[in-house]
């Protein structure tokens, strides 16, 4: 049976045609539809197929003369022909996703106010917010189903970038298409422009953000709830994605808003899936059970105690009771390990604070404070978590330290950008004698030692949240829980090629982000349906739906409406 190639009913002609990004194909357009759409002496003579401009882009893309540089020509290619720009990142994931996300994604918003070329998504004020309504009534966003929100307050390791932080949600978005499927015309990156806190920002002539210092307490509340009830009326079913906010207002909002519509913040739950589902890869290389591990965490923030709560949720799930989870964690922050004594505690914190009376009996640096080393020295830990934001956190003492106890030590120094890693990887090779196992947040290349090559697991929520997405979006779910997270999780540790290969890598190659988001999806799906979240479906229906939503970079031959 032969397959009919669908046709696409366009009601836009000429420079009209060619300014939208999602529907313009360049120089693909064929003479038929040059003579049909009024686009003769638009276009240069030669009519292209797709594939020939991914290869004339990425040699351009190929002569930048560095990683930002980059960054702006694929933004600018988006902004033009959305179709070309994906075929063009499919073609070359690996090496495109650190320049349309980590690192460069950092440089992107501390440049935002200077590279910025054309508007995308929407940029929300304080003083819009009696008029969100009206801002969301537009036609143009009557498909959306994905959005991803930030205030740009906290922004990868390099704090607060105001306006700048719209490159995390743009950013977010290309990968929800890229490596999962999303139809990037129902994706919207929208940025809270709530004011910043930082001088750099404020001083800069060029800066194009709302010039005052930030929103805070009871008027920042009331703002972000306008947006979200805003959300509801006009997208009753979209998943909305929390992106980048400062840790006493990420957990908060998350535990606020997540019953009340489909939402999940990343930072704290993708951040926290991957570095779970990392783990369960590499448990399964040191011999010993997840429920045996000891974890210290540098790093008290929303994504720390996420990665602690949702690894405590998984070691329940394998037996052990909640308590006997708990006290296998020991949170780090600046001033040592968080004790019931610290102080400023905030509520998403105090589950996670160790009994002070512990240190009587521990040897310390200083009396009553147990810093790092402190720590790791009584604690005699297997998993080492990073997720400082601090270059340098791991010295080598702290691995050295480690390793004296642990025959292979679990080392992911987590922080992005790579300026703000807490450990070169290649170092804690080296300091543990070749035993560490490594995951990082940005991405690393392997390292050679003593004859044996050791590859670092990059532990980026890519692996997730397009899973994730893509599974609540094909099947209908109504809201995402923790549990579905953990499935994520140990699908993600399913295709971790080290299960069949000595010495493999503990997570499937970058490449192969469609075939993990479509497991992970499938096994979010089957999680929303135990719980009840979704409409009931059979497993042959999830798994049709799925590969339905899955959009792929394709020209569609169109017809004049």
Not at 34 to 60: H, S, W, Y
Not at 372 to 397: I, K, M, Y
Not at 460 to 471: E, H, K, R, T
Not at 545 to 556: F, G, L, N, V
Request: proline residues 5%.
């Amino acid at each position: 049976m032969c397959s009919t190639v669908k046709v696409k009913t366009v009601a836009l002609s000429g420079h009209e045609l060619l300014e939208h990004p999602l529907l313009n194909k360049g120089t693909a357009f064929t003479q038929e539809e040059r003579d049909m759409l009024g686009l003769n002496g638009m276009l240069p003579a030669q009519v292209e197929t797709l594939d020939e401009q991914v290869e004339r882009a990425l040699q351009t893309l190929r002569a930048q003369p560095d990683a930002l540089a980059g960054y702006v020509y694929l933004r600018s290619l988006m902004d033009i022909n959305e179709t070309l720009y994906y075929a063009v990142v499919e073609r070359d994931l690996y090496g495109i996703l650190p320049l349309i996300y980590t690192p460069t994604v950092g440089q992107g918003c501390q440049e935002f106010s200077h590279i910025f070329r054309r508007p995308r998504g929407l940029f929300l004020r304080m003083a819009d917010q009696d008029r969100l309504d009206e801002i969301f009534a537009s036609d143009r966003l009557d498909h959306v189903r994905c959005i991803v929100v930030t205030d740009g307050e906290r922004i990868l390791g390099l704090g607060d970038q105001g306006m700048g932080g719209m490159g995390i949600p743009i950013g977010k978005l290309a990968i929800y298409t890229a490596c999962g499927g999303i139809d990037p015309a129902t994706t919207l990156p929208i940025m809270l422009d709530t004011g910043t806190n930082n001088p750099e920002r404020l001083n800069d002539p060029m800066y194009l953000g709302a010039r005052h210092e930030r929103a805070r307490g009871e008027a920042y509340d009331n703002f972000i709830d306008a947006f979200v009830q805003a959300v509801k009326r006009r997208w009753p079913n979209v998943l909305l994605q929390w992106e980048d906010f400062h840790k006493n207002n990420a957990t908060r909002l998350l535990e606020k808003y997540r019953d009340q519509l489909c939402t999940f913040n990343d930072d704290v739950q993708g951040t926290a899936s991957i570095a779970a589902g990392t783990l369960l890869a590499a448990v399964q290389q040191t011999g010993v059970p997840l429920t045996e591990q000891r974890i210290v965490i540098l790093g008290g923030g929303s994504a720390g105690i996420g990665i602690a709560d949702l690894i405590m949720r998984t070691m329940v799930q394998e037996g052990l009771s909640e308590a006997e989870a708990r006290r296998r964690f020991y949170v780090v922050g600046r001033r040592g390990l968080v004790t019931e004594r610290t102080d400023n505690l905030e509520p998403f914190q105090q589950a996670w604070a160790q009994d002070s009376a512990q240190l009587a009996g521990w040897a310390v640096d200083q009396p009553g404070q147990a810093m790092l080393l402190d720590v790791v020295r009584n604690v005699h830990p297997t998993v080492l978590v990073g997720v400082s934001g601090q270059a340098g956190a791991f010295p080598e003492a702290v691995i050295r330290e480690m390793a004296s106890h642990c025959q292979r030590p679990v080392v992911f120094p987590l922080s992005n950008p790579t300026s703000c890693v807490e450990a070169q990887p290649a170092d804690i090779v080296r300091w543990t004698d070749g035993r560490a196992i490594v995951g990082t947040g940005s991405p690393f290349e392997p390292f050679d030692h003593q004859g044996e090559r050791h590859y670092f697991a990059q532990c980026n929520n890519s692996y997730i949240f397009p899973g994730v997405g893509l599974g609540v979006i094909a099947c209908g779910a109504r809201r995402i829980s923790d549990e579905m997270f953990i499935a994520a999780s140990r699908a993600v540790a399913e295709l971790s090629p080290a299960l069949s290969e000595k010495g493999g890598k503990l997570l499937p190659a970058l490449t192969d982000m469609r075939k993990v988001s479509r497991h992970v999806a499938l096994a979010v799906a089957r999680q929303a349906r135990a719980e009840g979240v979704m409409p009931q479906m059979t497993d042959r229906q999830i798994s049709e739906a799925i590969d339905a939503t899955m959009w792929r970079p394709a020209y569609q031959p169109y017809a004049l409406s």
